[in-house]
Protein backbone atom coordinates (compact mmCIF):
# COMPACT_ATOMS: atom_id res chain seq x y z
CA UNK A 1 0.00 0.00 0.00
CA UNK A 2 1.75 3.18 -1.22
CA UNK A 3 1.94 6.34 1.68
CA UNK A 4 -1.09 8.24 0.15
CA UNK A 5 -3.06 5.37 0.69
CA UNK A 6 -1.50 4.21 3.89
CA UNK A 7 -2.20 7.30 6.26
CA UNK A 8 -5.71 7.46 5.31
CA UNK A 9 -5.68 3.93 5.99
CA UNK A 10 -4.23 4.13 9.04
CA UNK A 11 -5.87 7.08 10.51
CA UNK A 12 -9.25 4.72 10.13
CA UNK A 13 -7.76 2.07 12.26
CA UNK A 14 -5.19 3.44 14.71
CA UNK A 15 -6.57 6.66 15.72
CA UNK A 16 -9.45 5.50 17.62
CA UNK A 17 -7.29 3.09 19.54
CA UNK A 18 -4.67 6.16 20.53
CA UNK A 19 -7.74 8.42 21.41
CA UNK A 20 -9.60 5.12 23.85
CA UNK A 21 -6.35 4.00 25.62
CA UNK A 22 -5.17 7.90 25.89
CA UNK A 23 -9.00 8.82 27.67
CA UNK A 24 -8.24 5.63 29.70
CA UNK A 25 -5.08 7.05 30.94
CA UNK A 26 -5.63 10.44 31.49
CA UNK A 27 -9.58 10.68 31.99
CA UNK A 28 -12.45 11.10 29.32
CA UNK A 29 -12.69 14.86 30.62
CA UNK A 30 -9.79 15.35 28.72
CA UNK A 31 -10.78 14.21 25.50
CA UNK A 32 -9.97 17.02 23.43
CA UNK A 33 -6.56 16.60 24.60
CA UNK A 34 -6.57 12.81 23.42
CA UNK A 35 -7.54 13.44 19.96
CA UNK A 36 -4.86 16.25 19.72
CA UNK A 37 -2.40 13.99 20.55
CA UNK A 38 -3.63 11.27 18.16
CA UNK A 39 -3.62 13.95 15.35
CA UNK A 40 -0.48 15.29 16.13
CA UNK A 41 1.00 12.11 15.88
CA UNK A 42 -0.34 11.38 12.45
CA UNK A 43 0.98 15.11 11.09
CA UNK A 44 4.18 13.67 12.30
CA UNK A 45 3.80 10.55 10.09
CA UNK A 46 3.40 12.27 7.37
CA UNK A 47 5.92 15.00 8.10
CA UNK A 48 8.57 11.59 8.51
CA UNK A 49 7.33 9.36 6.32
CA UNK A 50 7.16 11.82 3.08
CA UNK A 51 10.84 11.89 3.10
CA UNK A 52 12.05 8.98 5.13
CA UNK A 53 9.82 6.73 3.95
CA UNK A 54 7.19 4.29 5.29
CA UNK A 55 9.09 2.49 9.17
CA UNK A 56 9.06 -1.41 9.32
CA UNK A 57 6.28 -1.20 11.29
CA UNK A 58 4.14 1.67 10.95
CA UNK A 59 1.88 0.95 13.58
CA UNK A 60 4.26 0.09 16.29
CA UNK A 61 5.85 3.43 15.21
CA UNK A 62 2.52 5.44 15.69
CA UNK A 63 2.05 4.05 19.07
CA UNK A 64 5.74 4.96 19.88
CA UNK A 65 5.25 8.77 18.63
CA UNK A 66 1.68 8.52 20.65
CA UNK A 67 3.67 7.90 23.59
CA UNK A 68 5.99 10.22 23.02
CA UNK A 69 3.91 12.67 22.87
CA UNK A 70 1.64 11.59 25.38
CA UNK A 71 4.63 11.85 27.82
CA UNK A 72 5.53 15.60 26.40
CA UNK A 73 2.38 16.85 26.86
CA UNK A 74 2.46 15.63 30.35
CA UNK A 75 5.37 17.11 31.67
CA UNK A 76 4.83 20.86 29.95
CA UNK A 77 1.06 20.91 30.85
CA UNK A 78 0.60 22.48 34.63
CA UNK A 79 -2.76 20.87 34.85
CA UNK A 80 -1.28 17.56 34.31
CA UNK A 81 1.89 18.23 36.09
CA UNK A 82 0.12 19.26 39.53
CA UNK A 83 -3.33 17.06 38.73
CA UNK A 84 -3.23 13.48 36.48
CA UNK A 85 0.92 13.00 37.25
CA UNK A 86 -0.11 12.47 41.02
CA UNK A 87 -3.41 10.86 40.34
CA UNK A 88 -1.17 8.16 38.07
CA UNK A 89 1.78 8.18 40.35
CA UNK A 90 -1.12 6.71 43.02
CA UNK A 91 -2.85 4.20 41.01
CA UNK A 92 0.52 2.89 39.58
CA UNK A 93 2.52 0.94 41.28
CA UNK A 94 6.03 1.91 42.43
CA UNK A 95 7.73 -0.99 40.93
CA UNK A 96 6.40 0.05 37.13
CA UNK A 97 6.50 3.00 35.38
CA UNK A 98 3.16 4.92 34.05
CA UNK A 99 3.14 4.87 30.56
CA UNK A 100 0.52 4.51 27.58
CA UNK A 101 0.07 0.44 27.11
CA UNK A 102 -0.68 0.23 23.62
CA UNK A 103 -1.23 -4.09 24.06
CA UNK A 104 -4.22 -5.35 22.05
CA UNK A 105 -5.81 -6.29 24.85
CA UNK A 106 -5.53 -2.63 26.91
CA UNK A 107 -6.90 -0.92 23.12
CA UNK A 108 -10.35 -3.42 22.91
CA UNK A 109 -10.74 -2.63 26.83
CA UNK A 110 -10.59 1.23 26.16
CA UNK A 111 -12.55 0.88 23.42
CA UNK A 112 -15.49 -1.27 24.63
CA UNK A 113 -15.11 1.74 27.90
CA UNK A 114 -15.45 4.62 25.65
CA UNK A 115 -18.43 3.13 23.70
CA UNK A 116 -20.24 3.06 26.77
CA UNK A 117 -19.42 6.15 27.92
CA UNK A 118 -20.20 8.26 24.52
CA UNK A 119 -23.74 6.28 24.75
CA UNK A 120 -24.44 8.31 28.17
CA UNK A 121 -28.43 8.61 28.17
CA UNK A 122 -27.27 12.58 29.05
CA UNK A 123 -26.35 13.24 25.33
CA UNK A 124 -29.32 12.82 22.66
CA UNK A 125 -28.73 9.75 19.83
CA UNK A 126 -27.54 11.70 16.89
CA UNK A 127 -24.32 13.08 18.76
CA UNK A 128 -24.04 9.15 20.23
CA UNK A 129 -23.48 8.35 16.53
CA UNK A 130 -21.13 11.16 15.51
CA UNK A 131 -18.64 10.68 18.31
CA UNK A 132 -18.84 7.01 17.34
CA UNK A 133 -17.88 7.83 14.21
CA UNK A 134 -15.36 10.27 15.12
CA UNK A 135 -13.66 8.62 18.01
CA UNK A 136 -14.25 4.94 17.44
CA UNK A 137 -14.30 4.45 13.93
CA UNK A 138 -11.87 7.76 13.12
CA UNK A 139 -13.95 9.38 10.61
CA UNK A 140 -13.36 12.83 10.05
CA UNK A 141 -15.73 15.63 10.44
CA UNK A 142 -16.24 15.81 6.71
CA UNK A 143 -17.31 12.30 6.52
CA UNK A 144 -19.69 12.59 9.64
CA UNK A 145 -21.05 15.78 7.67
CA UNK A 146 -21.92 13.58 4.59
CA UNK A 147 -23.45 10.89 6.67
CA UNK A 148 -25.13 12.95 8.18
CA UNK A 149 -26.67 15.60 5.17
CA UNK A 150 -25.08 18.34 7.08
CA UNK A 151 -22.18 20.62 7.04
CA UNK A 152 -18.91 20.37 9.18
CA UNK A 153 -19.73 23.57 11.15
CA UNK A 154 -23.20 21.58 12.64
CA UNK A 155 -21.04 18.37 13.38
CA UNK A 156 -18.18 20.46 14.86
CA UNK A 157 -20.80 22.03 17.58
CA UNK A 158 -22.68 18.50 17.91
CA UNK A 159 -19.89 16.71 19.05
CA UNK A 160 -18.56 19.82 21.09
CA UNK A 161 -21.99 20.09 22.87
CA UNK A 162 -21.85 16.28 23.37
CA UNK A 163 -18.47 16.11 25.16
CA UNK A 164 -19.18 19.61 26.94
CA UNK A 165 -22.44 17.53 28.43
CA UNK A 166 -20.55 14.34 29.33
CA UNK A 167 -17.60 16.24 31.05
CA UNK A 168 -20.86 18.05 33.17
CA UNK A 169 -22.03 14.92 34.01
CA UNK A 170 -18.21 13.43 35.09
CA UNK A 171 -18.70 10.35 32.76
CA UNK A 172 -15.99 7.85 33.19
CA UNK A 173 -14.38 5.35 31.72
CA UNK A 174 -16.26 2.68 33.59
CA UNK A 175 -18.22 -0.23 32.51
CA UNK A 176 -22.01 0.63 34.66
CA UNK A 177 -23.00 -2.43 36.40
CA UNK A 178 -26.58 -3.83 37.73
CA UNK A 179 -29.29 -2.67 36.12
CA UNK A 180 -27.39 0.11 34.78
CA UNK A 181 -25.15 -1.86 32.35
CA UNK A 182 -28.16 -3.38 30.99
CA UNK A 183 -30.38 -0.15 29.86
CA UNK A 184 -26.55 1.47 28.77
CA UNK A 185 -26.21 -1.62 26.70
CA UNK A 186 -29.85 -1.17 24.96
CA UNK A 187 -28.53 2.07 24.17
CA UNK A 188 -25.03 0.90 22.85
CA UNK A 189 -27.36 -1.04 20.93
CA UNK A 190 -29.42 1.27 19.43
CA UNK A 191 -26.67 3.56 18.53
CA UNK A 192 -24.78 0.25 16.48
CA UNK A 193 -28.11 -0.61 14.55
CA UNK A 194 -28.26 3.12 13.35
CA UNK A 195 -25.04 3.35 12.56
CA UNK A 196 -25.33 -0.03 10.63
CA UNK A 197 -28.43 1.31 8.90
CA UNK A 198 -26.65 4.53 8.02
CA UNK A 199 -24.89 2.18 6.21
CA UNK A 200 -26.75 0.27 4.59
CA UNK A 201 -29.32 2.49 3.61
CA UNK A 202 -27.82 5.12 3.65
CA UNK A 203 -28.47 8.51 0.86
CA UNK A 204 -25.05 10.33 2.06
CA UNK A 205 -23.19 11.02 -0.88
CA UNK A 206 -26.13 9.96 -3.31
CA UNK A 207 -24.93 6.20 -2.41
CA UNK A 208 -27.30 3.47 -1.13
CA UNK A 209 -24.62 1.23 0.59
CA UNK A 210 -21.74 2.48 2.67
CA UNK A 211 -19.94 -0.51 3.35
CA UNK A 212 -17.69 1.15 5.90
CA UNK A 213 -20.15 1.93 7.95
CA UNK A 214 -21.80 -1.26 8.37
CA UNK A 215 -18.06 -2.80 9.04
CA UNK A 216 -17.14 -0.19 11.73
CA UNK A 217 -20.72 -1.39 13.28
CA UNK A 218 -20.14 -5.09 12.88
CA UNK A 219 -16.08 -4.70 14.21
CA UNK A 220 -17.90 -2.55 17.14
CA UNK A 221 -20.41 -5.33 18.07
CA UNK A 222 -17.48 -7.87 18.09
CA UNK A 223 -15.86 -6.31 20.96
CA UNK A 224 -19.34 -6.65 22.89
CA UNK A 225 -19.35 -10.31 22.22
CA UNK A 226 -15.65 -11.07 22.97
CA UNK A 227 -16.42 -9.26 26.83
CA UNK A 228 -18.25 -11.79 28.99
CA UNK A 229 -20.08 -9.10 30.80
CA UNK A 230 -21.29 -8.05 27.53
CA UNK A 231 -21.85 -11.17 25.47
CA UNK A 232 -25.80 -11.21 26.10
CA UNK A 233 -28.22 -12.90 23.42
CA UNK A 234 -29.40 -9.51 21.84
CA UNK A 235 -25.93 -8.39 21.02
CA UNK A 236 -25.67 -11.68 19.47
CA UNK A 237 -28.78 -11.23 17.69
CA UNK A 238 -28.08 -8.14 16.83
CA UNK A 239 -24.87 -9.25 15.67
CA UNK A 240 -26.86 -12.20 13.27
CA UNK A 241 -29.22 -9.86 11.95
CA UNK A 242 -25.71 -7.59 10.33
CA UNK A 243 -24.28 -11.01 9.25
CA UNK A 244 -26.98 -11.73 7.21
CA UNK A 245 -27.89 -7.88 6.04
CA UNK A 246 -23.92 -7.68 5.19
CA UNK A 247 -23.82 -10.85 3.04
CA UNK A 248 -25.81 -10.03 0.04
CA UNK A 249 -23.76 -7.11 -0.51
CA UNK A 250 -22.21 -8.35 -3.51
CA UNK A 251 -25.36 -9.19 -5.23
CA UNK A 252 -27.17 -5.27 -4.28
CA UNK A 253 -25.20 -3.60 -7.53
CA UNK A 254 -24.57 -4.41 -10.67
CA UNK A 255 -21.37 -3.32 -12.63
CA UNK A 256 -22.85 0.23 -13.57
CA UNK A 257 -23.51 0.86 -9.41
CA UNK A 258 -26.87 0.61 -10.13
CA UNK A 259 -29.07 -1.35 -7.06
CA UNK A 260 -30.42 -4.62 -7.71
CA UNK A 261 -33.79 -5.59 -5.73
CA UNK A 262 -33.94 -9.05 -3.48
CA UNK A 263 -36.05 -10.71 -6.11
CA UNK A 264 -33.65 -10.45 -9.12
CA UNK A 265 -30.14 -10.77 -7.20
CA UNK A 266 -28.27 -13.76 -8.25
CA UNK A 267 -28.14 -16.02 -4.76
CA UNK A 268 -24.50 -17.45 -6.29
CA UNK A 269 -23.01 -13.38 -5.22
CA UNK A 270 -24.28 -14.16 -1.15
CA UNK A 271 -21.71 -14.34 0.83
CA UNK A 272 -22.32 -18.35 2.42
CA UNK A 273 -19.93 -17.78 5.24
CA UNK A 274 -21.39 -14.61 6.62
CA UNK A 275 -24.86 -16.50 6.46
CA UNK A 276 -23.56 -19.20 8.20
CA UNK A 277 -21.79 -16.80 10.54
CA UNK A 278 -25.35 -15.28 11.39
CA UNK A 279 -26.45 -18.56 12.00
CA UNK A 280 -24.71 -19.31 14.48
CA UNK A 281 -25.21 -16.27 16.52
CA UNK A 282 -28.82 -15.82 15.69
CA UNK A 283 -28.51 -19.66 17.73
CA UNK A 284 -26.20 -18.27 20.62
CA UNK A 285 -29.13 -15.36 20.73
CA UNK A 286 -31.84 -17.60 21.51
CA UNK A 287 -30.12 -18.95 25.45
CA UNK A 288 -32.58 -17.14 27.44
CA UNK A 289 -36.15 -16.30 27.72
CA UNK A 290 -35.88 -13.05 26.35
CA UNK A 291 -37.23 -11.80 23.02
CA UNK A 292 -35.73 -8.91 21.77
CA UNK A 293 -36.57 -6.55 18.31
CA UNK A 294 -32.98 -7.99 17.37
CA UNK A 295 -34.18 -11.68 17.62
CA UNK A 296 -37.13 -10.99 15.45
CA UNK A 297 -35.11 -8.55 13.20
CA UNK A 298 -32.73 -10.83 12.54
CA UNK A 299 -34.98 -14.03 12.26
CA UNK A 300 -36.69 -11.70 9.25
CA UNK A 301 -33.08 -11.21 7.74
CA UNK A 302 -32.78 -15.22 7.78
CA UNK A 303 -35.60 -15.83 6.12
CA UNK A 304 -34.32 -13.98 3.40
CA UNK A 305 -31.03 -15.91 2.38
CA UNK A 306 -33.38 -18.42 1.60
CA UNK A 307 -34.30 -17.29 -1.77
CA UNK A 308 -36.75 -19.88 -2.80
CA UNK A 309 -40.42 -18.03 -2.98
CA UNK A 310 -42.42 -20.74 -0.96
CA UNK A 311 -45.70 -19.76 1.10
CA UNK A 312 -43.90 -20.91 4.42
CA UNK A 313 -41.30 -18.74 4.27
CA UNK A 314 -43.35 -15.51 3.74
CA UNK A 315 -46.17 -16.68 6.26
CA UNK A 316 -43.16 -17.10 8.68
CA UNK A 317 -41.71 -13.52 7.71
CA UNK A 318 -45.49 -12.61 8.74
CA UNK A 319 -45.93 -13.87 11.52
CA UNK A 320 -42.58 -12.48 12.15
CA UNK A 321 -43.16 -9.10 11.31
CA UNK A 322 -46.79 -9.50 13.37
CA UNK A 323 -44.22 -9.83 16.52
CA UNK A 324 -41.97 -7.25 15.36
CA UNK A 325 -44.60 -4.35 15.18
CA UNK A 326 -46.60 -5.62 18.75
CA UNK A 327 -42.88 -5.44 20.31
CA UNK A 328 -41.64 -2.34 18.40
CA UNK A 329 -43.83 -0.62 15.96
CA UNK A 330 -41.95 1.26 13.42
CA UNK A 331 -43.61 2.45 10.08
CA UNK A 332 -40.78 1.33 7.59
CA UNK A 333 -41.44 -2.10 9.78
CA UNK A 334 -45.45 -2.21 8.93
CA UNK A 335 -44.20 -1.51 5.69
CA UNK A 336 -42.30 -4.20 4.92
CA UNK A 337 -45.01 -6.25 6.24
CA UNK A 338 -47.39 -4.97 3.97
CA UNK A 339 -44.72 -6.73 0.93
CA UNK A 340 -44.34 -10.05 2.99
CA UNK A 341 -48.45 -9.39 3.10
CA UNK A 342 -48.43 -9.79 -0.80
CA UNK A 343 -46.52 -12.65 -1.15
CA UNK A 344 -48.48 -14.89 1.64
CA UNK A 345 -51.85 -13.68 1.16
CA UNK A 346 -51.36 -11.84 -2.54
CA UNK A 347 -52.25 -8.33 -3.53
CA UNK A 348 -56.02 -7.13 -3.15
CA UNK A 349 -55.02 -8.05 0.42
CA UNK A 350 -51.76 -6.08 0.67
CA UNK A 351 -53.18 -3.11 -1.08
CA UNK A 352 -55.75 -2.75 1.62
CA UNK A 353 -53.23 -3.23 4.31
CA UNK A 354 -51.06 -1.04 2.43
CA UNK A 355 -53.31 2.06 1.79
CA UNK A 356 -54.05 2.58 5.81
CA UNK A 357 -50.42 2.96 6.58
CA UNK A 358 -50.97 6.76 4.80
CA UNK A 359 -46.91 6.95 4.24
CA UNK A 360 -47.62 9.92 2.12
CA UNK A 361 -44.17 11.14 1.76
CA UNK A 362 -42.14 8.29 1.98
CA UNK A 363 -41.27 6.77 -1.90
CA UNK A 364 -40.56 3.29 -0.74
CA UNK A 365 -44.51 3.32 0.46
CA UNK A 366 -45.56 4.59 -3.25
CA UNK A 367 -42.96 2.13 -5.01
CA UNK A 368 -44.52 -0.78 -3.03
CA UNK A 369 -48.10 0.74 -4.13
CA UNK A 370 -46.86 0.65 -7.97
CA UNK A 371 -45.82 -2.70 -7.54
CA UNK A 372 -49.12 -4.11 -5.69
CA UNK A 373 -51.20 -2.36 -8.37
CA UNK A 374 -48.99 -3.42 -11.23
CA UNK A 375 -50.66 -6.54 -13.04
CA UNK A 376 -54.05 -5.54 -12.22
CA UNK A 377 -54.25 -1.19 -12.84
CA UNK A 378 -51.56 0.01 -14.78
CA UNK A 379 -52.78 3.43 -14.51
CA UNK A 380 -52.65 3.61 -10.76
CA UNK A 381 -49.53 1.80 -10.87
CA UNK A 382 -47.68 4.52 -13.12
CA UNK A 383 -49.08 7.28 -10.87
CA UNK A 384 -47.67 5.27 -7.37
CA UNK A 385 -44.56 5.20 -9.52
CA UNK A 386 -44.99 8.79 -10.47
CA UNK A 387 -45.27 9.86 -6.52
CA UNK A 388 -42.21 7.49 -5.61
CA UNK A 389 -39.83 9.64 -8.24
CA UNK A 390 -40.86 13.22 -6.80
CA UNK A 391 -39.69 11.62 -3.02
CA UNK A 392 -36.97 9.36 -4.31
CA UNK A 393 -33.46 11.25 -2.93
CA UNK A 394 -30.77 9.10 -4.35
CA UNK A 395 -30.02 8.30 -8.41
CA UNK A 396 -30.22 4.89 -7.86
CA UNK A 397 -33.63 4.78 -6.70
CA UNK A 398 -34.61 7.02 -9.33
CA UNK A 399 -33.20 4.48 -11.42
CA UNK A 400 -35.24 1.72 -10.41
CA UNK A 401 -38.51 3.47 -9.93
CA UNK A 402 -37.81 5.13 -13.83
CA UNK A 403 -36.90 1.86 -15.03
CA UNK A 404 -40.63 0.48 -13.29
CA UNK A 405 -42.26 3.77 -15.27
CA UNK A 406 -40.88 2.76 -18.29
CA UNK A 407 -41.68 -1.16 -18.40
CA UNK A 408 -45.66 -0.43 -17.95
Known sequence: MEQKELIPHLFRTEFSKIVAVLCKWIGFEHIDIAEDIASDTFLSAFENWTYKGVPENPTAWLYTVAKNKA???????????????????????????????????????????????????????????????????GFDIDEIANAFLTNKETINKRLSRAKEKLRAEKVELTYPTGGEMLNRLQTVLTTLY???????????????????LCNEAMRLLELLMNNKETDMPMVNALYALMCFHVSRFAARKNST???????????????????????????????GNQVSKYHLEASIAYW??????????????????????????????????????????GNETAI?????????????????????????????????????????????????????????
Open 194 to 212: LLFNEGYYSESNDAVVREE
Open 352 to 408: TEAEKLQLNTNHYYYTLLGELYKETDSSKAKQHFEKALSFAKTSADKQIIQKKIDSL
Open 257 to 287: GEIILYDEQDETLWNTELITKGAFHLNKAAQ
Open 71 to 137: KNHLTRNKLFTNKIIAELKATTPASEEFELDMSEENIKDGQLRMLFAICHPSIPQEAQIGLALRILC
Open 304 to 345: HTIKTNSKEKWENILHLYNHLLQLSYSPIAALNRTYALAKAR
